[in-house]
């Protein structure tokens, strides 16, 4: 067993043999064992190492093997249509992206003009402002007749809000999802 030597690497003891790459090649390549060396099977009869490697190698390509022979591939045509499909949705992705970098230029620029506005008036007229918009609303008040008026026509009101949401719905659906 000249061709065997052991290594002891922080504390872990490894095994190793100098026909190793052989034994891979020759399961790798399809030869293991009907199509290769005497000598090398000779080899792997006497070498625990090599002879393991043999059967874990031979069990990893026939699985390889097998999983390859499973695999279903699209058909080209499939796949140039998804490609083409993926390359509109990068296109409209792209287009997209100055338009909403103006929006937010234009967001930014609306608050900073209405906050610039807001610290431009002085505070008397801000408080004559508030004044006339609260006196805009009209004020009313809340009696217990008026409650239970608006809770007895609530369940009419949440029925007929659900019968339009679930005829709407499926037509708002069919609007967003249908191609151009």
């Known amino acids: 067993m000249n061709a065997m030597r052991t290594e002891s690497q922080r504390g872990v003891m490894t095994c190793e043999c100098e026909r190793e790459q052989d034994v891979l090649d020759a399961v790798a390549?399809?030869?293991?064992?009907?199509?290769c060396d005497n000598d090398l099977r000779a080899h792997v009869t006497s070498c625990a190492v090599c002879a393991d490697l043999a059967s874990v190698a031979a069990a990893v390509v026939d699985d390889r093997d097998v999983a390859s022979s499973e695999a279903r591939l699209p058909s080209a045509g499939l796949v140039w249509w998804r490609a083409r499909l993926r390359a509109r949705e990068d296109?409209?992705?792209e287009a997209g992206r100055p338009v909403a970098f103006i929006q937010g230029?234009?967001?930014?620029?609306a608050v900073w003009l209405i906050v610039s506005i807001v610290r431009a008036v002085p505070a008397g007229y801000?408080?004559?402002?508030r004044s006339w918009l609260i006196g805009s609303f009209p004020r009313f008040t809340l009696t217990m007749a008026d409650v239970t008026r608006v809770t007895a026509t609530v369940p009419v009101v949440v029925f007929v809000l659900v019968a339009v949401w679930l005829i709407l719905a499926p037509v708002a659906i069919y609007f967003a999802a249908a191609d151009e």
Do not use: T
């Not at 390549?29 to 199509?35: E, L, Y």
């Not at 230029?105 to 620029?109: E, G, I, M, P």
């Open 105 to 109: 230029v234009a967001a930014s620029v």
């Open 91 to 93: 296109d409209a992705r």
């Open 29 to 35: 390549a399809g030869r293991w064992p009907d199509r």
């Open 126 to 129: 801000l408080s004559e402002w």
